[in-house]
């Protein structure tokens, strides 16, 4: 197991490393489109933050749970408004896949161990 734990944190290590590299240096990402019209590969810049992913699902539930909460004090306007932003956060968030994929994100984003988010 510490094997595997060294392993992960290498790994780890190099990935923010790599990441930290091309975030400060116009020059690598540069070259690395280059390389990539080079070798024929889609274009695309590494992904430099993972924050919205891992915050979806909280913030999600914040949204839907308080602050679009209906409330007496709302007008019909703002109910419906509220109403329908939560359908559409519904709709768009529902599927057991996509709901699996942000319940591992939390998961592995030290800011959300331990909460559920289920």
């Not at 979806?56 to 109910?79: H, R, Y």
């Not at 699996?100 to 161990?113: E, G, M, Q, V």
Request: glycine share 4%; with cysteine; aromatic share 6%.
């Amino acid at each position: 197991m510490a094997s595997n734990k060294d392993f992960t944190a290498r790994t780890m290590g190099l990935c923010h490393t790599l990441v930290s590299t091309f975030s400060q240096s116009w020059l690598k990402r540069r070259d690395l489109a280059k390389a990539q019209v080079e070798l024929q590969i889609p274009q695309h810049g590494l992904i430099l933050s993972s924050v919205t992913v891992s915050s979806v699902k909280p913030f999600l539930k914040i949204l839907t749970e308080d602050v679009l909460k209906p409330s007496d004090e709302d007008t019909a306007l703002t109910s419906n408004i509220k109403r329908k932003m939560c359908s559409g956060f519904k709709d768009k968030y529902e599927s057991a896949a996509l709901q699996d994929l942000l319940a591992k994100a939390c998961l592995l984003d030290p800011r959300y161990r331990g909460k559920s988010h289920r």
